[in-house]
């Protein structure tokens, strides 16, 4: 009895050797030739694997997530793309993942950045030849051919790819010209009876949307009250547009007396749309800026769970910031 359970384990041993074998060393086929795999910035070897395994690229994702933390290849892997031009072993993979030498590079603009922080991210690139670093915006535009004056907002967010020693004026070419197709699809499906005269009003109403919510469920409504507003003349009092006329003052706290210090960014005291956007908005701010939902909402308040709620009066949302805010409903 003793002899048979000991033969059984070793041909369960046996089998197994050779199934991970042939998981890991034996080619598989590519769906394309050549056959990219995309690593973001924000992309775990988790979702990369997952990936391939859906595409046929590798026999098992459980395999090469397990090999890759006991290697530590996910901790060295360098955002980018990868190519492969003939049948590839998942241990192929493993290594050219592990090497971080991507056949491009990538850089990712995160929806919501300030012109500002993409300028950060593409000067701290490394694999970017660094040729604007000494042009101030407008000088950027103008090198770029670009006719506005002020660059917030007019950035699209991605992530883009690009051998390395690659100018950086390429970057920001693509992600100029990528804003403008978005921008100009959004203003073709807009809405009727919008409150703005042109593209460039949607896109700094897209930048408010963008920096007031990042819930799905809340963007169209947002983008309701804000048209709501504008048409009836009401201020759009929205903190975000107050923070960026900040600047530096801002600490992480916005306080009364900084909603009462006049700004062009002061939506609190003035009328109408801020004179650019605050933000680098995506596509699906800029899609509920042109498509905002139909409701006669005119308030929001936050509920403290990521939800918002909205209301049509100003007795309605006095009641929701006692419930929400001040915690003093029932």
Known sequence: MQKFIVRSLAIVIAAAA???????????????????????????????????????VIRNRWV???????????RKVKPGLYEFSAPVAMWEVLKRLAEGSPDQA??????????????????????LAHDTAGLSDRQLLATLGAPEDYAE?????????????????????RAYRTMQQHLAGAWENRSVDLPYANP?????????????????????????????????????????SVIYGMGGRF???????????????????????????????????????????????LYFVARGDGSTHFSESLDEHNAAVRQFILKKGQ
């Open 106 to 127: 990538s850089l990712t603009v995160i929806e919501g950045w300030s012109f500002a922080q993409f300028r950060q991210a593409v000067a701290r690139d490394s694999d």
């Open 64 to 74: 090469m997530i397990a090999l890759s933390r006991i290697t530590g290849v996910d």
């Open 18 to 56: 050779l199934w991970l074998a042939w998981v890991v060393a034996v080619p598989v086929s590519l769906p394309a030739t050549p056959y990219s795999v995309a690593v973001g910035a924000n992309r775990t070897l988790s979702q990369v694997a997952r990936s391939l395994e859906a595409e046929g």
């Open 251 to 297: 600490n992480g706290n916005i306080r009364k007396g900084d909603l009462r210090r006049d700004t062009p960014f002061n939506t609190y005291t003035r009328a109408g749309l801020p004179p650019t956007p605050i933000a680098l908005p995506g596509r699906a701010a800029l899609e509920a800026a042109a498509r905002p939902a139909e409701t006669r909402a």
């Open 153 to 173: 907002g007019l950035f699209f967010p991605s992530t883009y790819f690009f051998v390395p020693g690659s100018s950086e004026l390429d970057v920001y070419r």
């Open 200 to 240: 460039y009003e949607l896109l700094i109403m897209a930048s408010l949307i963008e920096k007031e919510t990042s819930r799905e469920e809340d963007r169209t409504m947002v983008s309701a009250v804000f048209a709501n507003r504008l048409k009836i003349g009401m201020r759009l009092q929205t903190d975000p």
